[in-house]
């Protein structure tokens, strides 16, 4: 399973970090995608981290902004988000599955993805 955390209200321009939490076993063995779904569109990817951490990738629409990275002793990936904007509201999620990064770098759709957190809500807004 994967467990998201760290959503919350912040205001233009402030910063969040999300976490998602999971087994040893998930993290040594699949990358970790984090995705985000407005009210009205579809989710879309925003960022991923393969299983040693060595590569990452972010959408460019958060570029500059959003960084992933992971702490292996805690079983974890973070999303830290900088500079947000009203844009970046949204239910964020983290999912994983076979070749997570490729998939994600292919902008293959989310229904492809088999193991999702159940979200966390972040709301951007003055």
């Known amino acids: 399973p994967l467990v998201e955390s760290g959503g919350g209200l912040v205001q233009p321009g402030g910063s969040l970090r999300l976490s998602c939490t999971s087994s040893?076993?998930?993290?040594?063995?699949?990358?970790i995608g984090w995705f985000r779904q407005a009210p009205g569109k579809e989710r879309e990817g925003v960022s991923c981290?393969?299983?040693?951490?060595?590569?990452?990738y972010v959408a460019d629409s958060v570029k500059g902004r959003f960084t992933i990275s992971r702490d292996n002793a805690r079983n974890t990936v973070y999303l830290q988000m900088n500079s947000l904007k009203p844009e970046d509201t949204g239910v964020y999620y983290c999912?994983?599955?076979?070749?997570?990064?490729?998939?994600?770098?292919?902008?293959?759709?989310?229904?492809?993805?088999?193991?999702w957190g159940q979200g966390t809500q972040v709301t951007v807004s003055s």
């Open positions: 999912a994983t599955d076979l070749e997570t990064c490729p998939r994600w770098r292919l902008g293959r759709p989310s229904r492809e993805y088999d193991y």
């Open positions: 040893r076993l998930v993290l040594d063995v699949f990358g």
């Open positions: 981290i393969t299983t040693t951490g060595d590569s990452t």
